[in-house]
């Protein structure tokens, strides 16, 4: 069946799937841009800091903010945990829209790489620091870590100017497992699922209920323990992104 390719991946963004747009490099294009703007993530908290509903919330607005740039597309087309962020965040129906979009500007310099025997393909990527902020992730000192003004500006981390001033024991929390966690938990099987949905509901439902004190920041080591659920997923995962660019190789000869 001739399926135009618009409609796959209308369809693969409509439910949460992971795939990717590649695009043909082409050495005659527009000029690229020689840089793309700076992703700041949610900056650093103290100590004993634990997330309320209104951080969420702050949140939230950053993401989205985020989410309006062209290559944040490709936390759509990671699927899972990112795909399900940018609904909250755009809508479905922008997020069909960016995704049959194809590959943005900055793909080209920017973006995935992929070298086969009838030429180099481009997509858009993200960088761990723009996977951090997705996942709503805070810098946490040490316990004897305190913060100090400073003029030196740290990229990424943080709005202002504050950075510790003891780092040794630096911890980081988040609302969301990180992208590489989502992927290698029991949850993602290949498209966001009813038991996926209510999971994340239920979890903002309760981030957003003052009163609940039980839906807290975790490590993304302890988010290994919230996201099990069958042991084989790590497995079948691992094995289908081994083998997808291989065969894209042979399909592109």
């Known amino acids: 069946h001739n399926v135009p390719i618009v409609d796959i991946v209308a369809f693969l963004a ?7 747009t590649l695009r043909k490099h082409k050495t005659n294009e527009q000029p690229m841009p020689s840089s793309r703007p700076e992703t700041y993530g949610l900056g650093t908290r103290q100590y004993y800091y634990k997330g309320k509903s209104h951080d969420f919330i702050g949140y939230e607005k950053t993401r989205t903010a985020f989410f309006n740039n062209d290559w944040s597309r490709r936390a759509i087309t990671r699927g899972g945990i ?19 979009n194809g590959p943005s500007k900055y793909a080209e310099k920017f973006g995935y790489i992929l070298h086969t025997d009838s030429g180099i393909y481009v997509d858009d990527d993200l960088d761990l620091h723009e996977e951090r902020l997705i996942s709503g992730e805070y810098r946490i000192p040490g316990e004897n870590g305190t913060l100090r003004n400073t003029h030196h500006t740290e990229q990424h981390y943080a709005y202002n100017t504050r950075l510790f001033t003891n780092t040794a024991n630096t911890k980081y929390l988040s609302w969301w497992p990180s992208i590489d966690k989502w992927e290698t938990g029991g949850y993602n099987v290949g498209y966001w699922t009813p038991s ?58």
């Open 14 to 20: 409509s439910r949460g799937s992971a795939f990717r």
């Open 82 to 100: 990112s795909w399900r962020t940018s609904i909250d965040s755009l809508g479905t129906a922008e997020v069909v829209r960016r995704a049959t």
């Open 196 to 253: 996926a949905e209510a999971w994340y509901k239920d979890r903002v439902q309760k981030i957003l209920d003052e009163h609940n004190t039980t839906q807290k920041l975790y490590r993304n080591s302890e988010w290994k323990a919230c996201v099990r659920r069958h042991g084989r997923i790590m497995k079948m995962t691992s094995s289908v992104q081994k083998y997808d660019a291989e065969c894209f190789r042979k399909f592109a000869k």
